[in-house]
């Protein structure tokens, strides 16, 4: 028998985590992937994801052949499991469906932490690495550690893997030459199952998401960019 309080946690967690696109399934794998030298290199990292406060983006999400409005927001800098980072917020119709955590820091593009609710996190100790400067197509980062909420926690491993220079035409925001991140978390289950989570992201130069899609069950999720906003 799992104890009440493990129970307790992994009931949050799959609700957290299957709520923003995550499946149990076998353990996450990234086939090998050759990096191709004279493709540029990344020079700064931090003018891919603009963190500063008031900027948004209104994406068009596809879920279950039904279209929503998105809105994804960044509020600012959040203390997060012991981490400062900055809240990225995503709401549909007024109601808050995501939370994320990013920090960029010595030249990293990390997420740190992620939320479907107001009342619990799951952190990634220590964070995942997205990007980093000098990035290469074909750069992989590997990531073990752990997701910790509500004081308990459980072994997990990942990785992220950047590709560049790839086009994107959004819905009415134009064409865009993007950096495509793919990344995934993968966790044990003490009753032999497995939590699996994937997410790509792409984005633009001084812009920021441009397009995002997670898997859910065996069905992707994709929500492109409408506008974007800088204050």
Same mark, same amino acid.
């Given at each position: 028998m799992i104890p009440s309080k493990l129970n307790l946690l992994l009931s949050m967690m799959?609700? %957290?985590?299957?709520?923003?696109?995550?499946?149990?399934?076998?353990d996450y794998t990234s086939p090998a992937k050759s990096r191709i030298e004279d493709e540029p290199a990344v020079t700064d990292c931090s003018a891919m994801l603009p963190l500063k406060t008031g900027f948004s983006w209104?994406?068009?999400? %596809? @879920?279950?052949?039904?279209?929503?409005?998105?809105? %994804?927001? @960044?509020?600012?800098?959040?203390?997060?499991?012991?981490?400062?980072?900055?809240? %990225?917020?995503?709401?549909?119709n007024g109601q808050l469906v995501l939370r994320e955590g990013y920090r960029y820091a010595k030249g990293k593009l990390m997420l740190t932490a992620f939320s479907t609710s107001t009342k619990q996190w799951v952190v990634l100790d220590p964070p995942l690495i997205l990007l980093k400067d000098g990035a290469m197509l074909g750069d992989e980062y590997k990531w073990s550690g752990r997701l910790r909420i509500d004081g308990k926690s459980i072994d997990a491993h990942g990785l992220s893997r950047p590709s560049l220079k790839e086009s994107v035409q959004t819905m009415s925001a134009g064409r865009f030459s993007g950096i495509r991140i793919d990344s995934g978390l993968s966790?044990?289950?003490?009753?032999?199952?497995?939590?699996?989570?994937?997410?790509?992201?792409w984005l633009a130069t001084g812009i920021g998401f441009i397009r995002k899609e997670y898997l859910d069950r065996t069905a992707r999720r994709q929500s492109n960019l409408i506008s974007f906003k800088m204050k």
């Open positions: 799959a609700f %957290v985590i299957i709520s923003a696109g995550c499946q149990k399934s076998a209104t994406l068009s999400t %596809v @879920v279950d052949q039904r279209t929503f409005t998105d809105i %994804v927001s @960044v509020r600012g800098p959040l203390n997060i499991g012991g981490t400062t980072a900055t809240l %990225v917020e995503t709401k549909r966790a044990p289950l003490p009753n032999g199952d497995r939590i699996k989570y994937q997410t790509t992201r």
